[in-house]
Protein backbone atom coordinates (compact mmCIF):
# COMPACT_ATOMS: atom_id res chain seq x y z
CA UNK A 1 0.00 0.00 0.00
CA UNK A 2 1.36 3.52 -0.97
CA UNK A 3 2.31 5.49 2.22
CA UNK A 4 0.09 8.10 0.59
CA UNK A 5 -2.63 8.40 -2.15
CA UNK A 6 -4.47 10.21 -4.62
CA UNK A 7 -6.73 10.25 -6.99
CA UNK A 8 -4.59 10.91 -10.39
CA UNK A 9 -7.03 12.65 -12.34
CA UNK A 10 -7.35 14.43 -14.60
CA UNK A 11 -9.92 16.40 -13.56
CA UNK A 12 -11.17 18.40 -16.18
CA UNK A 13 -13.04 21.35 -14.57
CA UNK A 14 -14.51 24.89 -16.50
CA UNK A 15 -13.41 28.41 -15.26
CA UNK A 16 -15.27 29.59 -11.94
CA UNK A 17 -15.56 25.69 -10.93
CA UNK A 18 -15.09 24.53 -7.65
CA UNK A 19 -12.88 21.43 -7.41
CA UNK A 20 -11.94 19.20 -4.27
CA UNK A 21 -9.15 17.02 -4.14
CA UNK A 22 -8.77 14.51 -1.60
CA UNK A 23 -5.37 11.95 -0.16
CA UNK A 24 -4.99 9.65 2.39
CA UNK A 25 -1.92 8.52 4.31
CA UNK A 26 -1.08 4.93 5.70
CA UNK A 27 1.00 5.84 8.68
CA UNK A 28 -0.30 7.38 11.85
CA UNK A 29 2.69 8.78 12.81
CA UNK A 30 3.00 11.27 10.30
CA UNK A 31 3.26 14.67 11.60
CA UNK A 32 3.00 17.45 9.68
CA UNK A 33 0.93 17.80 5.98
CA UNK A 34 0.95 19.70 3.23
CA UNK A 35 0.23 20.84 0.08
CA UNK A 36 2.16 21.47 -3.19
CA UNK A 37 1.46 22.30 -6.44
CA UNK A 38 4.22 21.21 -9.82
CA UNK A 39 3.76 22.47 -12.86
CA UNK A 40 4.74 20.96 -16.05
CA UNK A 41 9.07 19.53 -15.34
CA UNK A 42 8.78 22.41 -12.50
CA UNK A 43 9.86 21.67 -8.95
CA UNK A 44 7.13 21.44 -6.27
CA UNK A 45 6.10 24.57 -4.63
CA UNK A 46 4.19 24.92 -1.26
CA UNK A 47 0.56 25.69 -1.45
CA UNK A 48 -0.31 25.83 1.75
CA UNK A 49 0.60 23.43 5.44
CA UNK A 50 -2.62 21.89 6.31
CA UNK A 51 -3.84 21.93 10.20
CA UNK A 52 -6.73 19.72 11.82
CA UNK A 53 -8.47 22.71 12.45
CA UNK A 54 -8.59 23.52 9.02
CA UNK A 55 -6.92 26.41 7.64
CA UNK A 56 -8.22 28.66 4.07
CA UNK A 57 -5.82 30.96 1.78
CA UNK A 58 -7.81 32.91 -0.82
CA UNK A 59 -9.84 30.56 -2.60
CA UNK A 60 -7.96 27.54 -1.57
CA UNK A 61 -9.31 25.41 1.70
CA UNK A 62 -7.40 22.58 3.20
CA UNK A 63 -9.02 20.15 6.07
CA UNK A 64 -7.24 17.53 7.81
CA UNK A 65 -9.16 14.32 9.63
CA UNK A 66 -6.09 12.61 11.61
CA UNK A 67 -8.75 10.01 12.60
CA UNK A 68 -9.40 9.25 9.11
CA UNK A 69 -5.98 9.75 8.22
CA UNK A 70 -7.53 11.88 5.33
CA UNK A 71 -6.13 15.22 4.13
CA UNK A 72 -8.30 17.38 1.29
CA UNK A 73 -8.10 20.74 -0.52
CA UNK A 74 -10.68 22.88 -1.90
CA UNK A 75 -10.58 25.62 -4.56
CA UNK A 76 -12.85 27.38 -5.06
CA UNK A 77 -13.56 29.64 -8.50
CA UNK A 78 -11.13 28.06 -10.61
CA UNK A 79 -8.57 29.90 -12.46
CA UNK A 80 -7.00 28.58 -15.99
CA UNK A 81 -3.24 29.09 -13.78
CA UNK A 82 -4.71 27.05 -11.26
CA UNK A 83 -4.36 24.05 -14.19
CA UNK A 84 -1.36 22.19 -12.81
CA UNK A 85 -0.80 18.93 -10.33
CA UNK A 86 -1.51 19.10 -6.88
CA UNK A 87 1.05 17.12 -4.58
CA UNK A 88 -0.06 15.78 -1.46
CA UNK A 89 2.58 15.72 1.48
CA UNK A 90 3.07 14.47 4.75
CA UNK A 91 6.47 14.74 6.72
CA UNK A 92 7.30 12.17 9.05
CA UNK A 93 10.11 11.08 11.81
CA UNK A 94 12.19 14.07 13.00
CA UNK A 95 14.66 14.70 10.10
CA UNK A 96 12.40 16.92 7.67
CA UNK A 97 11.64 13.94 5.02
CA UNK A 98 8.64 14.50 3.32
CA UNK A 99 6.59 11.78 1.37
CA UNK A 100 5.00 12.73 -1.81
CA UNK A 101 1.61 11.02 -3.37
CA UNK A 102 1.65 10.76 -6.73
CA UNK A 103 -0.36 14.19 -7.20
CA UNK A 104 -4.17 14.85 -8.76
CA UNK A 105 -3.64 16.59 -12.22
CA UNK A 106 -6.04 19.61 -12.60
CA UNK A 107 -6.63 21.37 -15.87
CA UNK A 108 -9.20 24.22 -16.08
CA UNK A 109 -10.66 25.45 -18.96
CA UNK A 110 -11.81 27.98 -20.85
CA UNK B 1 12.61 36.09 -2.06
CA UNK B 2 15.57 33.64 -1.62
CA UNK B 3 15.51 30.72 -3.25
CA UNK B 4 17.33 27.29 -3.76
CA UNK B 5 19.84 27.03 -6.63
CA UNK B 6 20.87 24.11 -8.53
CA UNK B 7 23.33 23.40 -11.38
CA UNK B 8 23.51 21.99 -14.25
CA UNK B 9 19.68 22.30 -15.13
CA UNK B 10 20.60 19.35 -17.74
CA UNK B 11 23.32 17.07 -17.27
CA UNK B 12 23.65 13.95 -20.37
CA UNK B 13 25.88 11.28 -19.02
CA UNK B 14 27.26 7.96 -20.38
CA UNK B 15 26.48 4.74 -18.28
CA UNK B 16 29.24 4.00 -15.65
CA UNK B 17 30.42 7.73 -15.65
CA UNK B 18 30.55 9.79 -12.03
CA UNK B 19 28.38 12.68 -11.83
CA UNK B 20 27.88 15.98 -9.23
CA UNK B 21 24.68 17.80 -9.07
CA UNK B 22 25.37 20.94 -7.35
CA UNK B 23 23.00 22.92 -5.19
CA UNK B 24 23.19 26.09 -3.23
CA UNK B 25 20.36 26.10 -0.72
CA UNK B 26 18.65 29.19 1.61
CA UNK B 27 21.36 31.11 3.23
CA UNK B 28 20.52 30.63 6.58
CA UNK B 29 19.00 27.33 6.48
CA UNK B 30 20.20 24.40 8.28
CA UNK B 31 18.82 21.11 7.34
CA UNK B 32 19.25 20.44 3.35
CA UNK B 33 18.10 17.34 1.05
CA UNK B 34 17.54 15.71 -2.12
CA UNK B 35 14.72 14.14 -3.97
CA UNK B 36 14.32 12.41 -7.55
CA UNK B 37 11.27 12.60 -9.66
CA UNK B 38 11.59 9.90 -12.38
CA UNK B 39 9.17 11.05 -15.66
CA UNK B 40 5.39 10.19 -14.63
CA UNK B 41 6.31 9.29 -11.27
CA UNK B 42 6.25 10.70 -7.56
CA UNK B 43 8.97 12.61 -6.13
CA UNK B 44 11.19 10.30 -3.72
CA UNK B 45 13.10 11.67 -0.88
CA UNK B 46 16.47 10.26 -0.87
CA UNK B 47 18.56 11.78 1.52
CA UNK B 48 18.42 15.05 4.35
CA UNK B 49 21.59 16.28 6.01
CA UNK B 50 21.99 18.59 9.00
CA UNK B 51 25.15 19.48 10.87
CA UNK B 52 27.34 17.99 8.26
CA UNK B 53 26.24 14.76 8.58
CA UNK B 54 23.55 12.36 7.10
CA UNK B 55 20.17 12.60 9.00
CA UNK B 56 18.13 9.80 7.04
CA UNK B 57 18.68 8.11 3.86
CA UNK B 58 16.17 5.99 1.62
CA UNK B 59 16.49 3.00 0.50
CA UNK B 60 17.38 4.46 -2.92
CA UNK B 61 20.36 6.07 -1.46
CA UNK B 62 22.91 3.50 -1.68
CA UNK B 63 26.37 3.01 -2.20
CA UNK B 64 26.99 4.67 -5.72
CA UNK B 65 25.83 7.85 -4.13
CA UNK B 66 27.05 10.64 -1.82
CA UNK B 67 26.55 13.98 -0.55
CA UNK B 68 28.70 16.91 0.58
CA UNK B 69 28.59 19.91 1.84
CA UNK B 70 32.09 21.35 0.50
CA UNK B 71 32.20 24.94 1.64
CA UNK B 72 29.69 27.51 3.43
CA UNK B 73 27.77 27.62 0.69
CA UNK B 74 27.19 24.41 -1.98
CA UNK B 75 25.28 20.55 -1.58
CA UNK B 76 26.38 18.41 -3.94
CA UNK B 77 25.18 15.03 -5.17
CA UNK B 78 27.87 12.60 -6.78
CA UNK B 79 26.70 9.53 -8.59
CA UNK B 80 29.78 7.18 -8.94
CA UNK B 81 28.82 5.45 -11.34
CA UNK B 82 25.87 6.13 -13.13
CA UNK B 83 23.03 3.73 -14.25
CA UNK B 84 20.29 3.90 -16.91
CA UNK B 85 17.46 3.68 -13.99
CA UNK B 86 19.10 6.92 -12.40
CA UNK B 87 17.59 9.09 -15.02
CA UNK B 88 15.48 11.35 -13.26
CA UNK B 89 14.97 15.13 -12.51
CA UNK B 90 16.64 15.65 -9.33
CA UNK B 91 15.67 18.47 -6.52
CA UNK B 92 17.81 19.86 -4.01
CA UNK B 93 15.84 21.72 -0.75
CA UNK B 94 16.23 23.26 2.05
CA UNK B 95 14.85 24.87 5.20
CA UNK B 96 15.23 26.49 8.82
CA UNK B 97 13.75 23.99 10.57
CA UNK B 98 13.43 20.23 9.77
CA UNK B 99 13.21 18.32 13.05
CA UNK B 100 10.44 19.14 15.87
CA UNK B 101 8.90 21.88 14.15
CA UNK B 102 5.55 21.46 12.10
CA UNK B 103 5.98 24.71 10.66
CA UNK B 104 8.62 24.24 8.74
CA UNK B 105 8.93 24.60 4.39
CA UNK B 106 11.03 23.22 2.52
CA UNK B 107 11.97 25.32 -0.45
CA UNK B 108 12.76 23.57 -3.86
CA UNK B 109 15.39 23.99 -6.27
CA UNK B 110 14.42 24.11 -10.07
CA UNK B 111 16.28 21.06 -10.46
CA UNK B 112 18.48 18.91 -12.58
CA UNK B 113 17.42 16.65 -15.49
CA UNK B 114 19.64 13.60 -15.17
CA UNK B 115 19.78 11.84 -18.63
CA UNK B 116 22.03 8.37 -18.65
CA UNK B 117 22.83 7.17 -21.87
Known amino acids: RKEVEQDPGPFNVPEGATVAFNCTYS??????FFWYRQDCRKEPKLLMS???SGNEDGRFTAQLNRASQYISLLIRDSKLSDSATYLCVVKRGNTGKLIFGQGTTLQVKP | EPEVTQTPSHQVTQMGQEVILRCVPI?????FYWYRQILGQKVEFLVS????????KSEIFDDQFSVERPDGSNFTLKIRSTKLEDSAMYFC???????????????FGPGTRLTVL
Open chain 2, 49 to 56: FYNNEISE
Open chain 1, 50 to 52: VYS
Open chain 2, 27 to 31: SNHLY
Open chain 2, 93 to 107: ASSDYGRNSSSDTQY
Open chain 1, 27 to 32: NSASQS
